[in-house]
């Protein structure tokens, strides 16, 4: 029974280059949320996303973000444009319903040189 | 919206004492509180959550406490292990809103 699955791991990026984060959830789970992680913090909520629909994204940046989940395939978070601020982990979670509990992905470190 | 404080920041102890991590939250409405590890390079694990319909769990050495009179829940780890060494995660949710409000994390460090 697999877990949550991301890829890649880690994904090195210049200034103004584009970053896809892919993460498919557990079986059975249709509820995908997006945290980020910032050296030595917590993690902050980004999006919340169920199956071709965006639930809550009240915790992404306006411009250069955006996330995805197609009826077929695994959820994209997508940064446009990455800043050297855009370094950190990004982890996927994933539930079986709105009210169950979140089982993380291992992340995808990003690096923005 | 929510926020979530979490306290100590570290916590040494020696192996086979106890430890207690301690977080308290500000928006009534939350009724979801999960406690997560998260071990060097990887995704945090779920180890133990509570509803707000119950006032204590337990599982195994790991037991959670919630009083939401005072908007304040802990975690127990007795009997520690050096695999035990990690840094916990507390988060809170509301049933209206799924997201997630984690902690900042405390780093426990079980020394052998």
């Known amino acids: 029974n697999a877990g949550v699955m991301q890829n890649p791991r880690h994904l090195v990026r210049r200034r103004g280059q584009e970053a896809r984060l892919r993460c498919s959830p557990m079986?059975?789970?249709?509820?995908v949320y997006w945290y980020r992680q910032l050296p030595e913090e917590g993690l902050k909520f980004m999006v919340y996303l169920q199956k071709e629909n965006i639930i809550d994204e009240s915790g992404m940046p306006k411009e250069r973000f955006s996330a995805e989940f197609p009826k077929e395939g695994p959820s994209i978070l997508r940064i446009q444009q990455v800043v050297r601020g855009d370094s950190a982990a990004y982890f996927c979670?994933?539930?079986?319903?709105?009210?169950?509990?979140?089982?993380f992905g291992p992340g995808t470190r990003l690096t923005v040189l | 919206g929510e926020n979530v404080e979490q306290h100590p920041s570290t916590l040494s102890v020696q192996e086979g004492d106890s430890a207690v991590i301690k977080c308290t939250y500000s928006?009534?409405?939350?009724?979801?509180f999960p406690w997560y590890k998260q071990e060097l390079g990887k995704g945090p694990q779920l180890i133990i959550d509570?509803?707000?319909?119950?006032g204590e769990k337990k599982d195994q050495r790991i037991a959670v406490t919630l009083n939401k009179t005072a908007k304040h829940f802990s975690l127990h780890i007795t009997e520690t292990q050096p695999e035990d060494s990690a840094v916990y995660f507390c988060?809170?949710?509301?049933?209206?809103?799924?997201?997630?409000?984690f902690g900042s994390g405390t780093q426990l460090t079980v020394l052998p």
């Open positions: 079986k059975g789970h249709s509820h």
């Open positions: 988060a809170a949710s509301s049933g209206s809103a799924r997201q997630l409000t």
């Open positions: 509570i509803r707000s319909n119950v």
């Open positions: 979670a994933s539930s079986w319903g709105p009210t169950g509990e979140q089982f």
């Open positions: 928006d009534s409405a939350s009724n979801y």
